[in-house]
């Protein structure tokens, strides 16, 4: 029989915290070992209607399920006081292929993943002792990066920018309710390149955003908005200069990350081989090597990911049952 | 809200009958006329448990829905006393992503959708007036083709195939309860391609099991057993030397069936356009032009047959709860 765990239920069982990060971080270690059977990401544009729906999909060997999802993303839904994404993920048993569970998560697990991956990140490449954060974008990723940055890291101060500041203003009054810091609309990214130890873009921005003169030294980045082709938040330049890369995913990041920008403007090597998160979470010297690297962290968002959190969810569940 | 629809519940809704052939058929025209936004078959292969996962999708411009089939098949299931084969569809909103419903029929609307393929390559591509047709093969495909084909051409005579004999007889004790023609048990496909005007292959086989010498003219051939690269139920030659070679599907049937092996065998060019079944629906006169033609349909399986039938399904389904 196929549990169908509905989105309420969802959002109950996994509220966004700490206990996450050691379940995700573990997705991108078997990633990185190989022990993962994760097929291409299969996209179907909807383009009538500025949508499309993606599925990801990722087999941890070893493990008793693993998932499927479907992720759907339609940007003139708020237009239509529909939210922009949603989906479901399903749960198959490894061994026979029956469908455990259908998780109507409408995009919330995918939030929140994507969210702890941010924070895995920072965890493993900023600085410890950092002052500022600065996030770019005002959507739903940029509130819930910062509320999962603060697991890892202690930010006095928080400076945002949004192509349009009163989405900023937004931002900032919705943030303070959750989190004791203080906020600064930035008028432009340059100043808060200036004053930020750690940058985080979630936008769907398909024009670099952070130019390569802006970034210090010392900086960690983690850009999470480029998981299409045409997007880009970060100078090429910044990719080929920084002290140490770090994709999510490279065989995703040459085509869908900022990674692929780079090696289309011929600033990397297409065959160039760098040290995936799930590497740098099982050896941490092989990523931040001193407090003046720069480094940064391209998330395009994988499938272990995915099947990591909805196992999780799926055995809260069935505990929460018994 | 999303509605779930269970199994019983599906198979109740769509019985196998011949209202379903232009419900198909309008979907296969709809792929010929490029209406359609099709992305490649998503694979996830479990090798520990000789069990796959695909994943395919079809969007039909125009129409309000499509679906995205998860479908599972697990060879070693039948000894634990489970289907060899599973999955489900989701039925999503064109305009919004918002999903409507979840239709857990556990493999069954594919099996439904295949046949019905089946139905229309032989009802399109046939003599009329054939007298015997040879079955391949004798799992659920061969059951269910035969069932399908009775809707479109009066066989005096089934001949049935199957490498274990036994199976055979088994078939044919249940296609009696069912049909009423003729069955016999043949020892050799050599004599059943003799008899038969009809061949229709249903074996995962990865040697061909018909040799070219054997097809007779004016025989139609569907073969739908091979839908993966490795399978292959039909001697390349023949793909060459038939007067009318029909993929449902070609940008497929060059990956993953008959016509990949000819290709590979360097016996047609991979360049060459054939025409499509949706392009033969469309217009008969481009299939068999004599009673002497040697036809072959090769089915692997499309997204738009499985978004045809979903939505047939959901419509049904609404309009009972009405």
Chains 1, 2 share one sequence.
Request: with cysteine; glycine share 6%; hydrophobic share 40%.
């Amino acid at each position: 029989m196929t549990d169908i765990l509905h989105y309420n239920e969802i959002k109950k069982i996994i509220p966004l915290n700490k206990s996450l990060i050691p379940i995700i971080e573990e997705g991108f270690i078997n990633l990185s070992k190989n022990k993962t059977v994760t097929p291409p990401i299969m996209r179907l544009d909807i383009e009538e209607f500025y949508g499309e729906a993606d599925v990801k999909a990722a087999y941890i060997k070893g493990l008793d399920s693993f998932a499927i999802k479907i992720a759907v993303g339609y940007f003139n839904n708020p237009s239509k006081g529909l939210p922009s994404s949603g989906g479901l993920m399903v749960l198959l048993n490894s061994e026979t292929g029956v469908i455990k569970a259908i998780l109507l998560d409408q995009g919330y697990l995918t939030d929140v993943r994507t969210a702890i991956a941010g924070a895995i990140a920072s965890k493993y490449l900023s600085n410890l002792d950092i002052e500022n954060v600065g996030i770019i974008g005002s959507g739903m990723q940029a509130q819930l990066q910062l509320e999962s940055l603060m697991m890892v890291r202690n930010p006095k101060t928080v400076y945002v920018w949004a192509r349009d500041q009163a989405k900023a203003d937004k931002y900032i009054k919705t943030m303070k309710m959750k989190i004791n810091v203080n906020f600064i609309n930035s008028k432009n990214i340059q100043e808060l390149c200036k004053n930020c130890q750690i940058l985080i873009t979630t936008t769907p921005s398909d024009k670099p955003l952070i130019k390569n003169d802006w970034v210090k030294k010392g900086t960690h980045i983690t850009a999470m908005g480029s998981d299409a082709e045409h997007k880009n938040e970060i100078d090429p330049l910044i990719i080929r200069n920084c002290d140490s890369y770090v994709p999510d995913k490279q065989s995703q990041t040459i085509i869908l990350g900022e990674l692929h920008h780079a090696i289309k403007n011929g600033l990397i090597n297409k065959d160039k081989k760098f040290n995936e998160l799930g590497e740098i979470i099982n050896n941490p010297t092989l990523g931040r090597k001193s407090n003046d690297d720069i480094t940064i962290c391209d998330l395009t968002g994988t499938g272990v990911q995915d099947t990591a959190i909805a196992r999780h969810t799926y055995n809260l569940f069935i505990s929460n049952k018994i």
